[in-house]
């Protein structure tokens, strides 16, 4: 059974900070990987997919890396604000796009101003 | 963009009703589509799996007589929670995948807004 870790559940960091999320998991057989952000009460909004057979993705600020040997990914925040508050989930998909999402339980981040 | 639709956005009821929550792709078709529950503080747990023209698979302990989807078309999936009681209460969220379909992301899955149920 696919497990998702996240860990620490909640950080803590000063606006202009760069900072990495990490997220493992236990089965490397995953078809992609996404990370999300929810804010309080609100559903999710997808940040980056990397597909199996990809390191990495990049959008704007964001950077996520993939290993899938060693089950684990980092999502990279450049120049944290504090609109990036928000917690911040990671997904594996075992069988593309019409399988089910194992979450992890999130980080949750407030970057201060 | 794909977008996805949950109604209604939170609702209140007693003990003993039954609340239905619907699930709409905006402006792609979805054959599959997902139902996640997300307590406070938790994860999101899948439920179950909606399947357009065929019954949906659900989680393990998952009761399915209590959580009733019904796929009724390519846009639409409801959630019926029959007889609910205060342990009910919950976010429920519900996602579809894009599958590269005209203006969506190929694999990527896109989420409702999310109902906030409370069963007093």
């Known amino acids: 059974k696919q497990e998702v870790t996240q860990i620490p559940a909640a950080l803590s960091v000063p606006e202009g900070e760069n900072l990495v999320l990490n997220c493992s998991f236990t089965?490397?057989?995953?078809?992609?990987l996404q990370w999300f952000r929810q804010d309080p009460g609100k559903g999710l909004t997808s940040l980056l997919l990397?597909?199996?057979?990809?390191r990495e993705q990049t959008s704007g600020r964001l950077n996520a890396s993939l290993d899938k040997s060693s089950g684990r990914s980092t999502l990279y925040i450049a120049a944290s604000q504090p609109g990036d508050s928000a917690t911040y989930l990671c997904?594996?998909?075992?069988?593309?796009?019409?399988?089910?999402?194992?979450f992890g339980k999130g980080i949750t981040l407030s970057v201060r101003p | 963009g794909a977008v996805v639709s949950q109604h209604p956005s939170w609702v209140i009821c007693k003990s003993g009703t039954s609340v239905k929550i619907e699930c709409r792709s905006l402006?792609?078709?979805?054959?599959?589509m997902f139902w996640y529950r997300q307590f406070p503080k938790q994860s999101l747990m899948l439920m179950a799996t909606?399947?357009?023209?065929?019954?949906?698979?659900?989680e393990q302990g998952v009761e399915k007589d209590k959580f009733l989807i019904n796929h009724a078309s390519l846009t639409l999936s409801t959630l019926t929670v029959t007889s609910a009681h205060p342990e009910d209460s919950s976010f429920y969220i519900c996602?579809?995948?894009?599958?590269?379909?005209?203006?969506?992301?190929?694999?990527?899955?896109?989420f409702g807004p999310g109902t906030r149920l409370t069963v007093l």
């Open positions: 996602s579809a995948p894009g599958m590269g379909l005209a203006g969506t992301g190929t694999d990527t899955q896109y």
């Open positions: 089965d490397s057989a995953i078809y992609n």
């Open positions: 990397i597909q199996s057979s990809q």
């Open positions: 997904a594996v998909s075992k069988q593309g796009a019409n399988s089910k999402l194992t």
């Open positions: 402006d792609f078709q979805a054959t599959t």
């Open positions: 909606s399947n357009e023209g065929s019954k949906a698979t659900y």
